[in-house]
């Protein structure tokens, strides 16, 4: 079993929409969870971090967290063609002192005018 | 605040060669992480690094890998005799700045390597 799974997609939208990005998690015992966006060719950029259960937004963005269900989710709000990339869920693991970061193999998303 | 650097972008090289990157990270971070990440897949953790103290290795970095952070300053990734499978995108990504509970870490551009 992946420690962190995440449908691959692509999930297609419509631009104006919500696109809504899933990613389950193994060890129950993680704290903290981050998204990031990657454009291909790019690297990994921070988007968001939730440690709390529930939600967080920042802007456009909401970041969900069930530590029961052991799910985090991402909502994009009003859907941009420039949003097209794939999101990547990390988690964070801490082991031997110190924290390391669990990537799922990420969702692409396509957002079409 | 310029962000964490790496070179070079891209390397090309031929099977058996031996290649080294460098990564330098945010000047306030005391940790560094290298990642190494396929097409298709997330980043997977390689090895990391508190200061100049090289604490974790992954069973995926084998003794063809090495990495080092003299001065706990930049970091170099050196990996010998390269194979086709060594073909990937290898991230660095630093944290560690005081204040910052959350321990995020920041990638830099990363470098894409291929080994024909």
């Known amino acids: 079993q992946k420690e962190v799974e995440q449908n691959s997609g692509p999930l297609s939208v419509p631009e104006g929409a919500i696109a809504s990005l899933n990613c389950t998690y193994s060890d129950r015992g993680s704290q903290s969870f981050f998204w990031y966006r990657q454009y291909s060719g790019k690297s990994p950029e921070l988007i968001m971090f939730i440690y709390s259960n529930g939600d967080k937004e920042d802007g456009r963005f909401t970041a969900q967290l069930n530590k029961a269900s052991q799910y985090v989710s991402l909502l994009i709000r009003d859907s941009q063609p420039s949003d097209s990339a794939t999101y990547l869920c990390a988690v964070r693991a801490f082991s031997g002192g110190y924290n390391k970061l669990i990537f799922g193999a990420g969702t692409r998303l396509a957002v079409h005018p | 605040d310029t962000g964490v650097s790496q070179n070079p972008r891209h390397k090309i090289t031929k099977r058996g060669q031996n290649v080294t990157f460098r990564c330098d990270p945010i000047s306030e971070h005391n940790r560094l992480y290298w990642y190494r990440q396929t097409l298709g897949q997330g980043p997977e953790f390689l090895t990391y690094?508190?200061?100049?103290?090289?604490?974790?290795k992954s069973r995926l970095l084998s003794d063809r890998f090495s990495a080092e952070r003299p001065k706990g300053s930049f970091s170099t990734l050196e990996i010998q005799r390269t194979e086709q499978g060594d073909s990937a995108m290898y991230l660095c990504?630093?944290?560690?700045?005081?204040?910052?509970?959350?321990?995020?870490?920041?990638f830099g551009p990363g470098t894409r390597l291929t080994v024909l």
């Open positions: 990504a630093s944290t560690g700045m005081i204040g910052d509970f959350t321990d995020t870490q920041y």
């Open positions: 690094f508190q200061n100049e103290a090289q604490l974790e």
